[in-house]
């Protein structure tokens, strides 16, 4: 059996660790602990035993060697946006690398090297000048790093694949302590295993990221129906699907609208449903497809708005604000029959359940 560290024994562990660490190692009575612990999910509220809030990747190694040394169960925080709160273990060992934030673009080369801290939105806005981007979430201030090592989807995916298909080489500090390069060259197993196998291969201080040119603008289309003609917009929309263009995320939603301008005032606070896409590219271009949507069934209401990449990657940000108690469940489909769309017109009109999302990737 092993023992579980006293607050004696964790202060003067945690003092060995400060000697030569970079950044701060916090225990539960030290000045911004509390503060170090919290995630976006306030339904997490966890104590780890240590936080080691690294600055370097020397410092992401003492502090791997630190905990295995002492069996605590290890987690890594970035954004801290994971639902479960898998970043902040119990009793165990946050490594937190929020201190470790930094992007570096090459356009040339097209390529960015991201450290392992650094948020969605750093790297947008880094490559963006350049007319430059990858497949990442879309809400800004989530982790690099929590997203591309659980695959990574984002409104870029139809076209260059997951966000961990985009990366092309990690620097990682392996399970032992030990700082390697992992690529299809070098280590060739871990660099396959990182691509999407979450966190248990070791904690990622860097990722050097493919880039592409997708310009600078985007446009979102959304057309909003009664329940009575749902069904057989859906039906149509998922007939779409297959040939929509590479640049448009199809999405659509059912639940309560709310106090929209864009819905006629006797349809607003009612139950509804909509289809439309998110397109990155030329709007021009992207505007063409409305009409296919529009061939289905006369909208209620639509909302088509031109905007920059930069505000499409923020423009999700308020309603995923942090500190909110949350909790959802999400699916994979591999197919969309009527009985499904059914289930789903049925279930985000229920009480309390809440709004529903589909989002067809197709991939590459």
């Not at 997203?147 to 399970?175: S, Y």
């Not at 499904?340 to 999302?357: S, Y």
Request: charged share 25%.
């Amino acid at each position: 059996m092993v023992e579980q560290p006293t607050a004696a024994s964790s202060s003067h562990d945690a003092a060995r660790l400060r000697q030569g660490f970079d950044g701060q190692v916090l225990l539960p009575d030290d000045d911004g602990y509390h503060q170090a612990r919290r995630v976006w999910n306030a339904l997490v509220d966890r104590r780890p035993a240590v936080i080691a809030r690294c600055a370097s990747p020397s410092d992401v190694a003492a502090a791997v060697r630190f905990g295995a040394e002492r069996h605590f169960e290890i987690g890594v925080r970035c954004g801290g946006h994971s639902v479960l709160g898998l970043s902040v273990p119990d009793d165990g060992l946050m490594i937190d690398l929020s201190l470790l934030r930094a992007v570096r673009v090459d356009p040339d080369r097209r390529r960015a090297w991201v450290t392992g801290g650094a948020l969605l939105g750093d790297l947008d806005r880094a490559a963006q000048p350049f007319g430059l981007a990858t497949t990442s979430g879309n809400v800004s201030d989530t982790g690099v790093g929590g997203l591309t090592l659980g695959g990574g989807m984002g409104w870029l995916a139809r076209q260059f694949g997951l966000a961990c298909d985009n990366v092309t080489r990690f620097q990682v500090v392996t399970a032992d302590g030990e700082l390697v390069e992992a690529g299809e060259a070098d280590n060739a197993e871990l660099f396959w295993g990182l691509r999407g196998g979450g966190g248990n291969f070791g904690v990622v201080t860097e990722f050097e990221f493919e880039l592409h040119p997708v310009g600078q603008a985007a446009l979102i289309a959304e057309l909003f129906y009664t329940l009575a003609d749902a069904p057989r917009v859906l039906r149509g929309w998922r007939e779409l699907i297959a040939e929509a263009p590479r640049q448009a995320t199809l999405t659509a939603w059912t639940g309560t609208a709310g106090d929209w301008p864009v819905l006629p005032v006797e349809h607003r606070f009612s139950p509804l449903a909509s289809v439309g896409y998110i397109w990155v590219g030329q709007p021009d271009q992207g505007r063409d497809f409305v009409r296919e949507l529009r061939s289905l069934a006369r909208p209620l209401a639509e909302r088509v708005e031109e905007l920059t990449y930069l505000e499409l990657q923020t423009i999700d940000d308020a309603k995923h604000r942090q500190q909110m108690r949350r909790y959802w469940k999400g699916h994979y489909l591999r197919e969309l029959p009527d009985e499904a769309i059914e289930a789903f017109l049925e279930r985000g009109q229920a009480d309390g359940n809440g709004d529903l999302e589909l989002l067809p990737y197709g991939g590459v």
